[in-house]
């Protein structure tokens, strides 16, 4: 009989930690889409849904099955010289907790989140990914105009205080 209380126990505060995880990825997340849209424009409409972004090796690049959408490890560890084999790490093995955002009106009152089937004039993110102890954080979004067609941005961002500098930006597949 202990040993079930000792699990519901451990149980609850696992919940308990996984609701201030999202809680906070969505924080974060909303921060980094409102220093995104002061350096670049995007539309005020997001899709809800986080794409989940696969991180490879160019040593891997044999091994495994591409998944829309991915980045290469190097290209995110070349915006960041110094950069550890634990970071490196760290990268690799990142698992965003955070399936849709929610959008937190005191930071993008702007933001609407897209309700219509079709994808004109809106945007839809991957999950970020943090490096660094946080320090740092890459993410692609997918940016859809008035008629249909799209332009893939990645991005990297600093953190300074509660704020997102961009560092770097740049521009992948359009169609």
């Known amino acids: 009989m202990h040993i079930n209380r000792y699990i519901l126990i451990i149980y609850f505060f696992s919940f308990i930690g996984c609701k201030n ?18 350096y670049d424009s995007i539309p005020n409409k997001i899709h809800a849904e986080i794409l989940p972004i696969t991180v490879f090796s160019s040593n891997d690049r044999d091994n495994i099955i591409y998944q829309y959408p991915s980045v290469n490890i190097e290209e995110i560890l070349k915006f960041y010289p110094n950069y550890s084999t634990a970071d490196s790490l760290d990268i690799l093995n990142y698992v965003c907790k955070l399936r849709k955002i929610k959008i937190i009106d005191k930071i993008n009152p702007n ?22 102890n946080n320090k740092f954080a890459f993410i692609n979004i997918t940016l859809w105009d008035n008629y249909g067609s799209f332009q893939e941005m990645s991005y990297i961002l600093k953190r300074q205080e509660n704020d997102w500098i961009l560092v770097k930006s740049k521009k992948g597949m359009q169609q």
């Open 21 to 38: 995880s999202t809680k906070e990825e969505n924080l974060e997340l909303n921060r980094i889409i409102k220093s995104i849209s002061i």
């Open 111 to 132: 933001l609407t989140i897209k309700t219509k089937k079709n994808n004109r004039n809106s945007f839809q993110i991957t999950n970020p990914i943090f490096f660094d």
